[in-house]
């Protein structure tokens, strides 16, 4: 069985990440959705609200698995026997910094790959923080999130 693990903070997934998943999901058996714990910040929504948007935006699918990490990733990949990290790519940037990880994470687990999928075209620029800041000051995310993303950060926002 290939195992992939798909880290992020998801918060909250976009649809260039569904986009990501949805592809990775044609790769692999199996695709470990590792929400992580970032002790650097602070998340707009729970563990289990970023877990139900993902679950709303791909359908139930036996094939994926939700869980929240801490840690090193390599160290989390060997605990689920995932031997693929997958990562999606928007820009040169993201490059640069995803490029270091993966190297990093080759020395400390060498049998551990990464795999990088480009973001589709229309999602290019959009990330979470982005979307967070855009819904918080009253602007339409539309097309940019899962419809019910949006409901969520329109209901945050709102109070």
Known sequence: MRTAVYPGSFDPITNGHVDILQRSLAIFDRVIVAIAENIRKQPLFTFEERKDHIRAAIGDDARVEYDAFGGLLVEYCKKKQATTIVRGLRA?????????????????APGIDTMFLMT??????????????????????????????RKALERKYRT
Not at 92 to 108: G, K, P, S, T, V
């Open 92 to 108: 040169i940037a993201d490059f640069e910094y995803e490029f270091q990880f993966a190297h990093m994470n080759r020395r400390l």
């Open 120 to 149: 589709a075209e229309e999602n290019f620029y959009v990330s979470s923080s982005l979307v967070k800041e855009v819904a918080s000051l009253g602007g339409d995310v539309s097309g940019l999130v899962p419809e019910g993303v």
